[in-house]
């Protein structure tokens, strides 16, 4: 069955950097564009960044443009977020999200930037 897990989310000073994980297995990965959202309390998910199947087309919500890097390693059917120039406002669960079949989300990973 199609599993996601995310790693990599922790605490955070504002200006400090992150990098997201998010391990795939149970389809062939690098079939599939991926995307990561994210959801702060109170508020609906939202799309963060997506990456096409081969790695060469990406996109990203404005507020993270010139911040976040999205990759991807095909060999370790894995998906990267890169967060740097971390804001209180990015205080947020992260998901790792796959459209195959149906749409397909891990258990999230939080992420806290405070001082």
């Known amino acids: 069955q199609v599993q996601l897990v995310e790693s990599g989310g922790g605490l955070v000073q504002p200006g400090g950097s992150l990098r997201l994980s998010c391990a795939a297995s149970?389809?062939?990965?690098?079939?599939?564009?991926m995307s990561w959202y994210r959801q702060a309390p109170g508020k609906e998910r939202e799309l963060v960044a997506g990456?096409?199947?081969?790695?060469?087309?990406?996109n990203y919500a404005d507020s993270v443009k010139g911040r976040f890097t999205i990759s991807r390693d095909n060999a370790k059917n894995t998906v990267y977020l890169q967060m740097n120039s971390l804001k209180p406002e990015d205080t947020a669960v992260y998901y790792c999200?796959?459209?195959?079949?149906?749409?397909?989300w891990g258990q999230g990973t939080q992420v806290t930037v405070s001082s």
């Open positions: 149970g389809f062939t990965f690098r079939y599939y564009a």
């Open positions: 990456i096409s199947s081969g790695g060469r087309s990406t």
């Open positions: 999200n796959a459209e195959v079949y149906s749409s397909f």
